[in-house]
């Protein structure tokens, strides 16, 4: 079993920028990849960027050039650094790992972009 836990989520003015972070913990081996997706109200979850364990990286085009995702192999954490900010950014972010045949998500986060 693996578990995620997400934090780093809050309010934040329309233009500035906020980290998430994700730690994995429980069964983790081998070189994977972390992820993050978002959920709007009443929209459909969409994926944000991905890293590998490789280090190979992709993004949204909706966050494209402001959001970056890093990660910390010793510590099995993903990060998602997001800047220039935006009332759409607004969302419930989750940490997702596939591993070993599995689907892993996270609790989520939520991320208010608002005046």
């Known amino acids: 079993q693996v578990q995620l836990v997400e934090s780093g989520g809050g309010l934040v003015q329309p233009g500035g920028s906020l980290t998430l972070s994700c730690a994995a913990s429980?069964?983790?081996?081998?070189?994977?990849?972390m992820g993050w997706y978002r959920q709007a109200p009443g929209g459909q979850r969409e994926f944000v960027a991905i890293r590998s364990g490789g280090g190979a990286t992709t993004y949204a085009d909706s966050v494209k050039g402001r959001f970056t995702i890093s990660r910390d192999n010793a510590k099995n954490t993903v990060y998602l650094q997001m800047n220039s900010l935006k009332p759409e950014d607004t969302a419930v972010y989750y940490c997702?790992?596939?591993?070993?045949?599995?689907?892993?998500w996270g609790q989520g986060t939520q991320v208010t972009v608002s005046s």
């Open positions: 429980g069964r983790i081996f081998g070189v994977y990849t």
């Open positions: 997702r790992v596939p591993l070993a045949g599995n689907i892993y």
